[in-house]
């Protein structure tokens, strides 16, 4: 026994622990002990109870385990929560999205969405995300000041926008912001190019060049759709995948978000580059885009993710339902229910979210030294009783309402439920000036 | 104006009803009067505000809707949730499930079960479920004990079981039950034949001339996977769904669940009959059974319903999950990502429930006479905000938690969240009892 274990800043006690590694494994009657914002023990309850600690927690009925890792979004379009749904992705993105984005997207916009998104995250298990949108420093700054973890992957076009004029200019901000933060224990700033057909082959590979000579993660939209890839195909008689391959693009620091296109050679390809994917499953589905061969990329050895994208695509941040959606998808799409079982599906939403951020020796399980970034779920209700398999609950009956308590690198975000840096009401009063603003000026098509 | 709406034994006023009839409304700065058990009148809440009401709940940012219809369970398999998962479906059914329910099911089993499954489902929106499931008379008394309106489905099998020695036995107390709840306000009873695979011809034959001379709903289990309808076929040089058809079981009074196997002529003979279908999506998804083609249901005007299954297979018992995994699933399956927009999930939650179990008449929208079966959404929350299309986010932002009140036949069943007729402390002891007995004597395969 160590010094660590006879002190702690935090003790907790819980029904039972989910660890996440070793997979599978639910440990009961354990306590976990956090000091200075690191697990510092993990422990038989009995043990645990020698420790010295400054604060006791006893959470009777709850399951302890690591906090999800959302690998995809755009935190600010929590905004266009709704705005609108039930349209094929081109119209939606230019009838609506972007020219609500145009009128609407500035410093602002992205406080105040950001702060939407994180309190949604948070009450639903959330301790680290990752984005994509202008403003990523508003972003950045917001994430920090609340105490959310996050990959900020400052966004790369061709053209300009309300953040930057080229991707020059997206890229010299971002490497300065990159700069602000490198000392930040929270936040990590990579790449952003926002896909093949909005960044030119050259602008790729000025960033697959700095990516490397940065050892920087990469985040990138590649084969959302099949008339992404056949377009792409038909214009350079190259696949979007191959031609990231060729520009020395697909590296373990590659994180490809949605991947609904893939053929046994894409997979392959994958493995042998290490190239993450994040699966979107609810968001590929609300907008018909395809389905990720999840399954098959496992069994590759490919790293898959989750992701939720954005709440104007999915229409929540709730990584629960991803998970379940994960699992109940995979197995529709394999025709064989005994895939993506639900340890699976709980280690996409940790361990290997954290793996694709390149933040697996700090986050994505409950082992003593990785950050304390954990979160407390009550399975006494209703809802999840009787309790036969922990993390069959955790992945088929919770719907993110269970979560009472979490911690980011040991400091309380949520505690009953209730957010300890986020004042609702006026949030809410803030959401809802902007609504009215949106409302009020866009010229919508219906 | 009525003498009816100038008194009221309640009024509500929220912020907007949602009365699903007409389709797609929503009705701002609206009011609901319940007279009865019913409702007596909606109003826009200037003209409310001049009844006389005994009772007045005001429920701002909140939207008031009629309540769910679960068409289709297996309510006291909510003690097995969990129990077994990611199996394939014929080994969890006979490792598992079977064994179980042989070694376990009983009066008690059926009732606590029962108690379980309603306390979900109430505190989820759900007002009317239907039930297949051994001991019905437990299941028609604990629901009607709790005031949950229902719809028991009595089984039938060739073979015997707990309940019942062979198909005449089954349908002998089946009708006795049925004559028992004659004068039930909120019971119907109808015949529940389990599958093609597990009633014979002849005795399908006997429901499908009792139905027809009781004028009385029949629920089966239907086309839930390929190799059934393949097994039948190759037994029988005749589809399932056909066989039915010759014996004179499908029609208006029938209820299809599941139907992942459907070829043209199917959807054509559905239609042409007005027999309904059940849509179990998240059932069908995780038992990896198939998808239902639910747009070209739809289209041809067959009436299809949403259910969850038993929590076994599920693991809940939400229905919006279930709307919103079906409005998910029928975009991604048609490629189209303004099939099944949100009004039409919420029809089939609601009204199309109601038509499926011949209850149109009495449930399913909120129209003045109808039973004041409804729900109350608190939509203030930061998951649900902001809001510029109520029915968006009660489809695909909503997880069941936002429930804040529910009346069944004007009864209240759930205020500020709390159940009115069930003591959660005490069905948990229940329900830990099950499990331990359970998990004690199962020799279980792993």
Not at 163 to 187: N, Q, V
Not at 426 to 444: C, E, F, K, P, Y
Request: proline share 5%; aromatic share 6%; with cysteine.
């Amino acid at each position: 026994m160590t010094l660590q274990q006879k002190k702690a800043d935090l003790l907790i006690h819980p029904d039972c622990i989910v660890p996440v590694l070793p997979h599978g494994v639910v440990l009961q009657n354990h306590s976990i002990a956090l000091s200075e914002g690191c697990i510092s023990a993990l422990l038989p309850r009995p043990e645990a109870e020698a420790i010295n600690a400054h604060e006791i927690v006893e959470l009777p009925g709850h399951a302890l385990l690591p906090g999800f890792i959302n690998c995809h979004g755009h935190a600010a379009m929590s905004l266009l929560r709704g705005y609108a749904d039930d349209q094929p992705l081109m119209p939606w993105l230019e009838q609506y999205i972007w020219p609500a984005e145009q009128a609407h997207v500035n410093e602002g916009f992205v406080e105040d969405g950001t702060e939407l998104a994180i309190a949604e995250m948070v009450r639903s298990g959330t301790t680290t995300f990752s984005d994509m949108y202008f403003f990523p420093d508003v972003c950045a700054a917001t994430a920090q000041k609340l105490g959310m973890r996050c990959q900020i992957t400052f966004p790369i076009f061709d053209f300009a926008t309300a953040w930057g004029l080229d991707a020059d200019d997206y890229i010299r901000k971002g490497l300065a912001l990159r700069d602000d933060f490198k000392h930040s224990p929270l936040t990590t700033v990579v790449f952003g190019p926002h896909a093949p057909y909005t960044v030119c082959e050259s602008n790729l590979a000025k960033v697959a060049t700095l990516a490397a000579e940065l050892d920087a993660p990469v985040q990138i939209h590649l084969h959302e759709t099949v008339t992404e890839v056949l377009q792409a195909a038909a214009q350079y008689e190259e696949r979007p995948l191959d031609m990231l391959h060729r520009l020395g693009l697909l590296s373990p620091r590659t994180q490809c978000v949605h991947m609904t296109d893939l053929r046994d050679e894409d997979i392959a390809l994958l493995a042998a580059t290490g190239a993450h994917v994040v699966h979107c499953p609810q968001s590929n589905m609300k907008l018909a885009s395809g389905i990720c061969r999840v399954s098959n990329l496992l069994e590759a050895g490919v790293n898959v993710a989750l992701g939720t994208d954005s709440a104007a695509s999915n229409n929540d941040l709730n990584m629960f339902g991803e998970m379940q959606t994960a699992a109940l998808l995979a197995k529709l799409q394999s025709g064989d229910a005994s895939v993506l079982a639900a340890a699976d599906a709980l280690a996409m939403a940790t361990i290997n979210g954290a793996k694709a951020l390149g933040l697996e020796d700090r986050v994505g399980s409950l082992e003593v030294g990785k950050q304390a970034d954990l979160i407390a779920v009550d399975l006494s209700g209703p809802e999840t009783q009787p309790l036969y398999h922990p993390l069959s609950q955790l992945v088929y009956a919770c719907n993110g309402s269970q979560v009472t308590h979490s911690w980011i690198g040991g400091e309380p975000v949520l505690e009953r439920r209730q957010l300890t840096r986020i004042n609702l009401e006026a949030l809410a009063r803030r959401v809802s000036a902007w609504q009215h603003q949106i409302n009020d000026t866009a010229s919508r098509p219906k």
